[in-house]
């Protein structure tokens, strides 16, 4: 994100030297980042980094130290003007089971001026859900579609996630995000997303920023991803010449072959030493997050 020039309109989040102290805990450490208009940001760390405590900064629902401009407002003053164009829906798991799918909507309407109904009413007729359904009587896949129908009906410049799919399996988590992309993204909103589920929203992000302990450790683009970071498949033979170049990482395959994560090392200096490929996210966060729980 840093490589991507922005002016001061298309910026939707700016944060400098951030810092959120819980009595003798550091849940944000100095952090700074932008987030332009029109993208897909995945907020990726693992347990205690201190991605809730951002999103909550941002959203204006606790006192932090730094610098915050969230779409031009600071969240501490201006919260209330900030929410017309901010939409944050937390893990539906929390709605109340007793809660039915009218009531949920009938809340949801009446918390959030541009709440479109039609919309959402439109997209639940493609569902098995119906008004008079209790929670407690869904699947959860029919509650990702129940979240899925309140989220789109939302026109929001930010739209927060945090954590959106815990709890559900495989297919529920893909449907999401595919909907989520195919149906509610566009270059006017903004997607910001936290979750350790690494690998399914990989294909869905522009950018990715990687926090540990309260810092941005990793701030890129997906595209830009394969011009840092490069895998190589080292064969026995070349390890050490390998190990010359400081790879950030290492594993041992069977066959005594090793994988070895170079960090701003050009392509045609590693090519000779193995196959060379873009590290996926999973590989690049393991790697940024070695040592974490130590
Ligand atoms: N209200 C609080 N009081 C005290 N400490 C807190 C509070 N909220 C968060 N923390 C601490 O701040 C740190 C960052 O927490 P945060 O919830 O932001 O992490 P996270 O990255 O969202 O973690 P997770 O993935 O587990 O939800 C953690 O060490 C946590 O224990």
Redesign the pocket.
């Known amino acids: 994100m840093n490589a991507v020039t922005t002016t001061a309109t298309d910026t939707v989040v700016r944060a400098s030297q951030l810092r959120k102290v ?2 003798n ?1 550091v ?1 944000l450490d100095g952090t700074s980042f932008e987030i332009p208009a029109g993208r897909i940001i995945g907020l990726i ?1 693992p ?7 951002a999103l909550k900064a941002m959203l204006g629902l606790i006192p932090f130290e730094g610098q915050m401009s969230v779409i031009g407002r600071d969240p501490r003053t201006e919260r209330d003007e900030l929410m017309r164009d901010v939409c944050f829906i937390a893990d539906v798991a929390v709605l109340p089971r007793w809660i039915r799918v009218s009531e949920a909507i009938e809340f949801v309407a009446g918390v959030h001026p541009r709440f479109d109904r039609a919309r959402c009413e439109r997209f639940l007729k493609g569902t098995q859900l119906k008004p008079q359904m209790k929670v407690r009587e869904l699947s959860k896949g029919m509650i990702v579609q129940l979240h899925l129908a309140l989220v789109m009906a939302i026109d929001a410049r930010l739209l927060v996630l945090d954590e959106p799919t815990l709890g559900l399996d495989i297919l529920y988590r893909k449907q999401f995000y595919q909907r989520l992309l195919e149906d509610y993204f566009d270059e006017d909103k903004t997607i910001l997303i ?1 979750t ?1 589920q690494v690998e399914e929203v990989e294909h869905i992000l522009t950018d990715v920023m990687f926090i540990r302990d309260g810092k941005i450790v990793l701030d890129t683009e997906m595209d830009t991803l394969g011009e840092r970071f490069t895998e190589v498949m080292v064969n026995a033979d070349s390890a050490d010449a390998a190990r010359a170049l400081k790879p950030v990482d290492e594993r041992t395959l069977p066959f005594g072959k090793t994988v070895m994560l170079f960090d701003n090392i050009p392509r045609d200096q590693l090519s000779g030493l193995g196959e060379t490929r873009t590290p996926g996210l999973a590989d690049l966060f393991v790697a940024t997050m070695k040592g974490t729980y130590a």
């Not at 347990?47 to 405590?53: L, P, S, V």
């Open positions: 819980y009595k805990k849940a760390g347990n205690g980094a201190g991605k809730t405590t936290t350790h």
